[in-house]
């Protein structure tokens, strides 16, 4: 019941942007937090940003000044601006939402969508 769809990714060169949108959708009762994760080639899923209800924001310190969360509170989307992009930034982004649905708590991925950045 709970959905997430992910949209914005691609190919970019050195320096290029893009901005990433995931729209959350089905039984959520509420949304306590929404945000970025990534998995570069050979590397375990990393934290990029998250946002929570109350505004508050979190980058990992290799995104910090390039790149931007934020949110619909009405529409429950959460974008991600990702601007001066580097080659280390290529990888496998997914959206994560945390809330609580029909069930209970719960803790949900997107499908993820491909990010890769050319030297």
């Known amino acids: 019941q709970v959905q997430l769809v992910e949209s914005g990714g691609g190919l970019v060169q050195a320096g290029g942007s893009l901005r990433l949108s995931c729209a959350a959708s089905?039984?959520?009762?509420?949304?306590?937090?929404m945000g970025w994760y990534r998995r570069p080639p050979g590397k375990e899923r990393e934290l990029v940003a998250t946002?929570?209800?109350?505004?508050?924001?979190n980058y990992a310190d290799s995104v910090k000044g390039r790149f931007t969360i934020s949110r619909d509170n009405a529409k429950n989307t959460v974008n991600l601006q990702m601007n001066s992009l580097k080659p280390e930034d290529t990888a496998v982004y997914y959206c994560?939402?945390?809330?609580?649905?029909?069930?209970?708590?719960?803790?949900?991925w997107g499908q993820g969508t491909q990010v890769t950045v050319s030297s």
């Open positions: 994560n939402v945390r809330g609580r649905y029909v069930l209970g708590f719960g803790d949900f």
């Open positions: 946002i929570t209800t109350g505004g508050s924001t």
């Open positions: 089905g039984s959520m009762y509420s949304i306590d937090s």
